[in-house]
């Protein structure tokens, strides 16, 4: 069959195909020793290995390429904030005993450094640890004139010991309390060399031995994520990976040959490690867009076929899925969630259009994120109305290119 003279979607061959991407992710789901995805894990590089080679079956050329991600720049972080905040706190009681006012001043050094580690900046000296992209082309049969890159991420979210909503509490409680911690020692250090003469330091001073309670916040977050360990990652993002392979087993299965358009599959590692991959991936093809005019739709998260929406900022993207929607007569909400977000501003920086298919509203669902992604929370019916905004895409872009 030859879509590029139909232009349409063969409506059995693409179920069948939405049948392979669930039950295939369900049969790697089911496998124990898969459930290490994390970042640069061995269960996501099983699963690298397992996608590249169907890929080999379905697209002309397949490449794995490899970088490096910073796995645990979030545990260090925090292992630094708790450090830097006990010396900014023993700094704070040993001021008023030593009689140096000028270990205030090193206090709020050490306060302002913790801060510095609470918004990542030294995540960077971290260990490093080797992941990898894969990335497979679908040529077409003449120039290429447009490219269409459908892209997944491999890894899943890490294991966390409590919920997203209370690490994020805690978050804003750790920052509140640098602040604080970085306030108290510059006021008592003008307060000690009369700058400033509000109360008696000796006595104030007390209240230094107070705020090394607040050195508990930064440790407990620090032990919150496991980094040798993810959460099952069904939705998050086994499911896209297998979407995204199953478009282009579609196209192999159906021989359909597009005239113009390269259709490539990029499944890329790290994404809850900084987005590494998806950043390593425009590092390695800086030129891409500018050599032919080239759009990225990732695929994130697909559960519920209710909720399906397309998030993007380029409005011409936008445009060529909505209408690939409609045709395939289905309903798109309008719903903007903030998850998708990352990837899509790396992207964007890098100058590809770029769109994102979700099932996500604007509220996480609980299992979101965490050990109840489990398969059955997706299905084949969840994943059709993407596969067929996916492929009508294509199409159409071919078919504007005549």
Do not use: W
Not at 59 to 71: G, I
Request: aromatic content about 8%; proline content about 3%; overall charge neutral.
């Amino acid at each position: 069959m030859d879509n590029m003279e139909t232009n349409t979607v063969h409506a059995g061959k693409e179920r069948e195909c939405c049948n392979y991407a669930f039950r295939s992710a369900q049969k790697f789901a089911a496998d124990p020793k898969n459930n290490k995805r994390q970042p640069c894990g061995e269960g996501t590089a099983l699963l690298a290995d397992t996608l590249k080679a169907d890929l080999g079956e379905f697209c002309d050329s397949v490449l794995v390429e490899s970088f490096e991600a910073r796995q645990k720049a979030y545990i260090l972080s925090n292992l630094l904030v708790f450090i830097f905040m006990l010396i900014s706190v023993a700094g704070i009681i040993a001021a008023p005993f030593l009689e140096y006012s000028i270990l205030y001043i090193a206090s709020a050094i050490f306060s302002v450094l913790a801060l510095l580690a609470h918004f990542g900046v030294f995540g960077g000296t971290s260990k490093k640890a080797t992941g990898s992209n894969v990335y497979a082309t679908i040529k077409p049969t003449e120039e290429t004139t447009k490219r269409i890159i459908l892209e997944a991420n491999l890894d899943a979210p890490f294991n966390r010991k409590i919920s997203r909503k209370t690490e994020s509490l805690l978050k804003v409680l750790n920052l509140i309390l640098i602040i604080l911690q970085t306030a108290f020692a510059i006021v008592m250090f003008l307060n000690e060399n009369g700058t400033l003469e509000l109360f008696e330091t000796s006595i104030v001073a007390y209240i230094g031995f107070i705020t090394a309670l607040f050195a508990i916040v930064p440790i407990v977050l620090s032990r919150t994520v496991n980094a040798s360990a993810s959460t099952p990652g069904c939705v998050d993002n086994l499911v896209g990976a297998y979407l995204v392979c199953g478009a282009a087993r579609y196209m192999s299965v159906t021989e359909t040959k597009l005239q113009n358009t390269e259709v490539d599959i990029l499944l890329t590692g790290s994404k809850n490690a900084n987005l590494a991959g998806v950043k390593a991936f425009c590092h390695a093809h800086a030129n891409l867009a500018n050599d032919i005019d080239t759009s990225v739709i990732s695929v994130d998260s697909i559960f519920d076929q209710n909720t399906i929406s397309v998030v993007s900022s380029n409005r011409k993207l936008g445009k060529a899925l909505n209408e690939a929607a409609s045709k395939s007569e289905i309903t798109l909400l309008n719903n903007k969630p903030s998850f998708v977000k990352g990837t899509a501003k790396v992207f964007k920086k890098n100058k590809f259009s770029h769109a994102t298919i979700t099932s996500l509203t604007n509220d996480a669902p609980e299992f979101y994120r965490n050990m109840d992604d489990t398969i059955d929370k997706t299905s084949p019916k969840a994943i059709e109305p993407v596969m067929k905004i996916i492929l009508e895409t294509i199409i159409a872009t071919d078919s504007i290119n005549k």
